[in-house]
Nanobody, 116 residues
């Protein structure tokens, strides 16, 4: 069964930076898959904010372009999301999963809180 473990969240001030990590488990290969970072705020739908294809193509939603960078370490089977210039509206629980369709099993996510 595919299983993801997200980490790296925390509290940041506006303008600060955080780097999120997502470790894949089992025989699932992050480098061979299109993967994404999703985020969810309580009461709102989960949204896909960035994705990285197996060939290295990246896509971002408009609100994070120029601030977030998705990448991976093939040897570690790990996906990253480097976040700079954080804004209060980036506050959410962040998850990694395939973009579409996501696996049914989501990890526990990692909380990002941007606050003064």
């Amino acid at each position: 069964q595919v299983h993801f473990v997200e980490s790296g969240g925390g509290v940041a001030h506006p303008g600060g930076s955080l780097r999120l990590s997502c470790q894949g488990s089992g025989e699932f290969s992050i480098p061979l898959s299109t993967m994404g970072w999703h985020r969810q705020v309580p009461g709102k739908r989960r949204e896909l904010v960035a994705q990285l294809s197996a060939s290295g193509e990246t896509r971002y939603i408009e609100s994070v372009k120029g601030r977030f960078t998705i990448s991976r370490d093939d040897a570690k089977n790990t996906l990253y999301l480097q976040m700079h210039d954080l804004k209060p509206e980036d506050t959410a629980v962040y998850y990694c999963n395939r973009p579409v369709p996501p696996f049914d099993a989501w990890g526990q996510g990692t909380q990002v809180a941007v606050s003064t």
